[in-house]
């Protein structure tokens, strides 16, 4: 059987989201163009679990997060327009697609905008620990990592699984 092919119609919360969304991306390259002039010749490009830098380059590299971020953003942004091709845990049907297709939708919304947040703070460390070498983040800032990209995806994952099969 064939999956209904719709867009769902967006709710405040989804235009917010998407709204939220850009303006993240754009504090991203702001906050990124605005800091490479005042870089240091040595950055920090990578930090371990200990919230230590462990890799170094260039202050061009400094671009590396924000165009990372900007390709997740465009790939989370098209998979929006094709909610039916995203998994689903349960059997999509005509009767369960438009619930299923939103939740999945604001989740990718969340997702997008969360992803937005922590390529900001890290883009936000890199620049402090560039100017300030003897500052070290500690294991905090993967902790927060962790539950900002973890719970939105739980979260949107049990609310579909309770929606059920026959909804």
């Known amino acids: 059987m064939e999956r209904p092919k719709f867009i769902p119609q967006l709710k405040n919360a ?3 989201l998407n709204i939220a969304a850009f303006i993240a991306l754009a504090m991203l390259w702001a906050m990124t163009t605005a800091a490479y002039g005042h870089l240091p010749d040595v950055i920090p490009t990578h930090f371990n679990f200990r919230g230590e830098a462990d890799a170094f380059g260039s202050p061009g590299s400094i671009f590396t997060g924000a165009a990372i971020g900007s390709a997740l953003f465009l790939l989370m942004t098209i998979l929006l327009r094709y909610p039916y091709k995203m998994n689903y845990n349960v059997t999509i049907t005509a009767e369960n697609a438009a619930f299923h ?14 992803i937005m947040l922590l390529f900001i703070g890290i883009e936000y460390v890199t620049i402090y620990t560039a100017r300030n070498p003897e500052f070290e983040i500690g294991g905090w800032f993967i902790a927060i990592i962790m539950v900002m990209i973890h719970f939105p995806v739980f979260f949107f994952l049990i609310k579909m699984s309770s929606h059920g099969e026959s909804k």
């Open 14 to 16: 989804d235009k917010a």
């Open 101 to 114: 297709y939103a939740t999945a939708s604001r989740m990718i919304r969340y997702l997008r905008f969360s």
